[in-house]
């Protein structure tokens, strides 16, 4: 009688190994997925700290100022968004609006800043300056 030769070997047969590599694929195509939205969604912060920090700046340069010069008409000029060292600076726009109230003491100042990456994004930040 001729002895069974196929139990006593060992290793993988091809049907396991395509199998394993359909299971490894799918597993690299999803981290790959997730390293896409991971990266956006760094880069999308980046744009909000940006923003936040340029309409901070905004509103400490007022608040630093006389309390005369803050109106629309007598606003300081603006920062060069481009001169400060803030890495794509260029792409913010910065608009600022100034709110007389019925008393005289104090005025309500509203930064906004604005970008696109692609849609339309916008930072407000508002305070008021007091005599």
């Given amino acids: 009688m001729t002895e069974n030769t196929l139990q006593n070997e060992n290793g993988f047969t091809l049907l396991e190994v395509l199998f394993a590599l359909v299971i490894f694929s799918i597993g690299l195509l999803a981290v790959n997925a997730m390293t896409t939205m991971v990266i956006k969604s760094n ?76 849609d339309l994004r916008k930072v407000a930040m508002k305070t008021i300056i007091a005599q």
Avoid: C
Wanted: proline residues 5%; aromatic residues 6%; charged residues 20%.
């Fill in 43 to 118: 880069y999308m912060s980046k744009n909000l700290t940006t923003a936040v920090h340029l309409a901070q700046n905004k509103l400490d340069a007022l608040n630093a100022g006389p309390y005369a010069d803050v109106d629309n008409a007598g606003l300081p000029d603006e920062l060069d968004l481009d001169a400060q060292e803030v890495a794509g600076a260029g792409i913010f726009d910065r608009s600022v609006s100034v709110t007389t109230s019925t008393a005289p003491d104090y005025k309500t100042v509203e930064v906004i800043v604005s970008w696109s990456d692609p």
